[in-house]
T-cell receptor
Framework: DVKVTQSSRYLVKRTGEKVFLECVQDMDHENMFWYRQDPGLGLRLIYFSYDVKMKEKGDIPEGYSVSREKKERFSLILESASTNQTSMYLC??????????FGQGTRLTVV | GQSLEQPSEVTAVEGAIVQINCTYQTSGFYGLSWYQQHDGGAPTFLSYNALDGLEETGRFSSFLSRSDSYGYLLLQELQMKDSASYFCAVREGHNNAGNMLTFGGGTRLMVKP
């Protein structure tokens, strides 16, 4: 059974904190993605990675960075969390042009 | 860059047929996908069209016209459990090294008895 696992379902962080969201997939997929989902805005792509140490900016990369040191793990980093980064964060992985599999999401609240 | 447009909300009755349209603007287009998301759940894959035409999977069908930059998801024999959000997503090439998956804003489908 395919699996994308996000490290936390719920997180509460303070403004200015550095926040790490972790995502692990067990399908040996090349592509991994980070999205944020807000009501009425759909899924917006923050960053994606197509190989180890390779990354590309999505539509809304400002305030975020990513790390992919191993093929199965893709981390999203909020360098200095702000209240406007309160959101649902979804990680996904896929083969080169295959269907994407999503994790259950991390609901992050920045206070 | 890319953009996808789909209706924000659709309402239909149980047993009916509903069509959710999606228009897109993108470069390096590979294909159009559809995903379903129930409240509180993660998006799950429904279908993928890389070539023009209709793909059928049970009660769900998806259509693509590359020349019109347009596709739709057709849901037949609607059931209450089909109430969910539906997203179209474009797969496009990026720097010859990988491909992005970009989603539309989603269509919330409400099925009424």
């Amino acid at each position: 059974d395919v699996k994308v696992t996000q490290s936390s379902r719920y997180l509460v962080k303070r403004t200015g904190e550095k926040v790490f969201l972790e995502c692990v997939q067990d399908m040996d997929h090349e592509n991994m993605f980070w999205y944020r989902q807000d009501p009425g805005l759909g899924l917006r792509l923050i960053y994606f990675s197509y190989d180890v140490k390779m990354k590309e900016k999505g539509d809304i990369p400002e305030g975020y960075s990513v790390s992919r040191e191993k093929k199965e793990r893709f981390s999203l980093i909020l360098e200095s969390a702000s209240t406007n980064q309160t959101s649902m964060y979804l990680c996904a992985s896929s083969r080169l042009r295959g269907e994407a599999f999503f994790g259950q999401g991390t609901r992050l609240t920045v206070v | 860059g890319q953009s996808l447009e789909q209706p924000s909300e659709v309402t239909a009755v149980e047993g009916a047929i509903v069509q959710i349209n999606c228009t897109y603007q993108t470069s390096g287009f590979y294909g159009l996908s559809w995903y379903q998301q129930h409240d509180g759940g993660a998006p799950t894959f429904l279908s993928y069209n890389a070539l023009d035409g209709l793909e059928e999977t049970g009660r769900f069908s998806s259509f693509l016209s590359r020349s019109d930059s347009y596709g739709y998801l057709l849901l037949q024999e609607l059931q209450m459990k089909d109430s969910a959000s539906y997203f179209c997503a474009v797969r496009e090439g990026h720097n010859n090294a990988g491909n992005m998956l970009t989603f539309g804003g989603g269509t919330r489908l409400m099925v009424k008895p």
